[in-house]
């Protein structure tokens, strides 16, 4: 055996560490969906993934851990689904357009299954700790990453120069938080509509003539691909 060869057994033992880890989190964050951050226990996960109680604490070692890796993997999937594949849009207004077309995409399955940006706000918005700033920076990034988008769409010329930025940004925020009330808390039919036209409306006072124009609206939406309605 060569000096320098690395032992196959260890690093078959780190993959399967790492695979069980993996599922462990995605059941976690399944769970997480649907009762809170909160509501996360070595033991419940454990009773899902038919795994012991030790064994599920061997990957994570407390449920502070299980619940920031939870936040980071549901971050790393909206990442995937909402802003990595707007990014094939050209920079300004239809990038801006994509990134909201795919964020009411994830919001519309989210509907039934819950958020866990809105849910972890509402459980940890005034307790300090790991968990809390793991959230606060993941919806940072997000955050960051519209706002950056509605400066692009100012330098292409696309919305005005003069136009706050930061509260475009925020509006556009808000119309995420307003429809997951409406729709998942009131379960009032037509909130995905609304949400729509309050963003198509939020460009609209910011617009200038070289504003490209929406796809989207000029085009009938193809069969079977609207969004869920509301229940």
Request: charge should be positive; include cysteine; proline fraction near 6%.
């Amino acid at each position: 055996m060569s000096v320098n060869a690395v032992p196959a057994k260890p690093a078959r033992a780190a993959q399967k560490g790492q695979q069980t880890k993996a599922v462990i989190v995605d059941a976690a964050l399944a769970l997480a969906a649907q009762i809170g951050l909160e509501g996360l226990s070595i033991g419940a996960v454990a009773e899902i993934t038919k795994m012991s109680k030790s064994g599920v604490f061997a990957h994570f070692g407390s449920r502070e851990e299980l619940q920031i890796s939870v936040v980071r993997e549901y971050h790393a999937r909206f990442e995937q689904e909402v802003f990595f594949p707007a990014l094939s849009a050209p920079r300004g207004l239809p990038r801006l357009r994509a990134m909201f077309a795919n964020w009411m995409k994830r919001t519309s399955t989210e509907i039934d299954s819950g958020c866990i940006y809105i849910s972890g706000a509402s459980e940890f918005d005034d307790r300090p700790g790991p968990v809390r700033d793991a959230l606060v920076e993941s919806v940072s990034i997000w955050q960051a990453a519209v706002l950056r988008a509605i400066v692009q769409s100012q330098t292409e010329g696309h919305l005005r120069a003069d136009a706050d930025e930061r509260q475009l940004a925020f509006e556009i925020h808000g119309l995420i938080l307003a429809l997951h009330y409406e729709a998942r808390f009131l379960q009032v039919p037509g909130s995905i509509g609304r949400a729509t036209v309050g963003f198509n409306n939020i460009l609209a006072r910011s617009a200038t003539p070289n504003a490209p124009a929406d796809p989207a609206a000029a085009a009938p939406a193809p069969a079977g691909r609207r969004l869920k309605p509301v229940r």
